[in-house]
């Protein structure tokens, strides 16, 4: 077991009744909002006293979640898309406020990259069986939760191009066709990645940082299998000569993704860090959890045990890293301290 993992442990209030704020988007997603709740509720509230709060334009799922948190409650459901879930999430972060969640949305990114059930009623049992499991999440710049990832240039750059209509018809495929469009735009840029005992000088087109990633972010996949509970974040660096060698290495990605190999192409790289700073010249948007958030630089650093999530079961992951083959890459290594 890692030292940074806890077991999973059995979600059981003293006085044996269950008691949750439900945060529920009633425009997530392409179902019937009403219907929805009410299936949840059927299946919930026999169990679980449930306080119902819906988000609307004026009240975000952020607010609700930390005003729940300021009353004291005793666990928290999310339902949602991906926008929603990150953000109670992010919220929570810290807390050890058990978290359920109910993915509703296009793409359930979240749900998937977490390895929980991502329809209503699997969800529900899930929450129900009332086994926690304690993820690590992370801190960008100093303030900004991350639960996923966070993705320099042409991440970025997908995330972006990806607009609600697209997200809506295709779902997760929306991010994989919008990175097709945007390889014709392909840009690279001079890279340094900083952890806490080396820095990393090339040529780069995407650099992702990621505490936890659905198959689908492939350009989260250099290691494959991201490992969500470890203390440490999964650093992928990509890094084709032109627009064919980006084709092919997004290729090899999802490859990657889909057999759990790590990469093994002299245009990947990865690497494993409790903190990194990305600096980029030109300056490169940065998405942080599907949102973009700003420009380069940004920092991420990972706050090991910092989510507790109602999930089944999973099998530990083993560590590993790649840096030999990139071109013109520079690597000093930082004395210890």
């Known amino acids: 077991m890692s030292p940074y993992q806890l077991p999973i442990t059995h979600y059981q209030l003293p006085n044996m009744e269950r008691s949750a704020c439900l945060i529920f988007n009633p425009v997530a997603g392409n179902s019937d909002p009403d219907q929805d709740?009410?299936?949840i509720q059927e299946l919930l509230e026999p169990f679980i006293d449930l306080d119902i709060?819906?988000?609307?334009?004026?009240l975000d799922a952020d607010q609700i979640a930390r005003e729940a948190v300021a009353r004291g409650v005793e666990a928290i459901i999310a339902s949602g898309g991906d926008g929603t879930l990150s953000a109670v999430a992010g919220a929570i972060v810290g807390t050890n406020i058990p978290l359920g969640i109910i993915s509703r949305g296009t793409a359930n990114a979240f749900a998937n990259a977490l390895e929980i059930p991502n329809t209503i009623e699997t969800a529900c049992e899930n929450i129900?069986?009332?086994?926690?499991r304690v993820v690590d999440a992370a801190i960008c710049n100093g303030e900004m939760p991350m639960v996923l990832l966070a993705g320099v240039g042409f991440e970025a750059e997908t995330v972006e191009l990806a607009d609600r209509e697209m997200k809506n018809r295709w779902g997760m495929l929306a991010y994989i066709l919008s990175g097709i469009k945007q390889l014709n735009n392909l840009e690279r840029f001079e890279a340094e990645i900083e952890t806490e005992d080396r820095i990393i000088s090339l040529t780069a087109v995407a650099v992702t940082?990621?505490?936890?990633?659905p198959a689908t972010s492939i350009l989260?996949?250099?290691p494959a299998?991201?490992?969500?509970?470890?203390g440490l974040l999964d650093v992928t660096l990509v890094a084709p000569q032109n627009k064919a060698g980006a084709i092919a290495a997004s290729y090899h990605l999802l490859q990657t993704?889909?057999?759990?190999?790590?990469?093994?192409?002299?245009?990947i790289g990865y690497l494993r860090a409790k903190k990194v700073t990305i600096s980029a010249d030109p300056p490169q948007k940065?998405?942080?959890?599907?949102?973009i958030i700003g420009m380069t630089p940004v920092s991420i650093e990972c706050v090991p045990g910092g989510l507790t999530i109602f999930v089944p079961r999973v099998e530990e992951e083993q560590a590993v890293e790649k840096l030999t083959g990139l071109a013109d890459i520079e690597i000093t290594l930082k004395p210890s301290t």
Not at 53 to 58: N, S
Not at 257 to 267: E, I, K, V
Not at 286 to 291: C, K, L, P, S, T
């Open 37 to 39: 709740l009410a299936r």
């Open 53 to 58: 709060r819906l988000t609307t334009p004026e």
């Open 128 to 132: 129900l069986g009332g086994l926690t």
């Open 209 to 213: 940082v990621a505490n936890a990633a």
């Open 220 to 222: 989260a996949q250099g």
């Open 225 to 230: 299998g991201i490992i969500f509970d470890d």
């Open 257 to 267: 993704a889909l057999s759990g190999n790590p990469t093994d192409r002299d245009d």
């Open 286 to 291: 940065v998405v942080i959890d599907g949102e």
